[in-house]
């Protein structure tokens, strides 16, 4: 079994940055693509960006691409994103999940059902 727990979530004023990580234990997530999905209150959860499982190629939401960065560290079992010029629309509980894909994700979104494993998510708060 693998669990997924974040952890850098905070309250944060517009403008400002924050970096979430994902560690992962339980087992090594090979062939897996690593995910950050975001829900914020009566929305549903969307995809944020995601990696693959070399680190080589990865894909954004359009509302993120250019402000945030997801990198993972294999040797430590951990996934990040960078979160640079916050927006206070980007409010939500940030969840990392693994998804069973091993190739490239350059054009990848993945659902939730691609996902086995989920994290019980941070929260994030971006002030006006």
């Known amino acids: 079994q693998v669990q997924l727990v974040e952890s850098g979530g905070g309250l944060v004023q517009a403008g400002g940055s924050l970096r979430l990580s994902c560690a992962a234990s339980?087992?090594?997530?090979?062939?897996?693509?690593m995910g950050w999905f975001r829900q914020a209150p009566g929305k549903e959860r969307e995809f944020v960006a995601v990696?693959?499982?070399?680190?080589?190629?990865?894909n954004y939401a359009g509302s993120v691409k250019g402000r945030f960065t997801i990198s993972r560290d294999n040797a430590k079992n951990t996934v990040y994103l960078q979160m640079n010029s916050l927006k206070p629309e980007d409010t939500a509980v940030y969840y990392c999940?693994?998804?069973?894909?091993?190739?490239?994700?350059?054009?990848?979104?993945?659902?939730?059902?691609?996902?086995?494993?989920w994290g019980p998510g941070t929260q994030v708060t971006v002030s006006s």
């Open positions: 999940a693994a998804a069973r894909r091993g190739g490239e994700v350059l054009y990848y979104v993945p659902r939730q059902y691609d996902c086995d494993y």
């Open positions: 339980g087992r090594t997530l090979s062939n897996y693509a």
């Open positions: 990696i693959s499982w070399s680190g080589g190629t990865t």
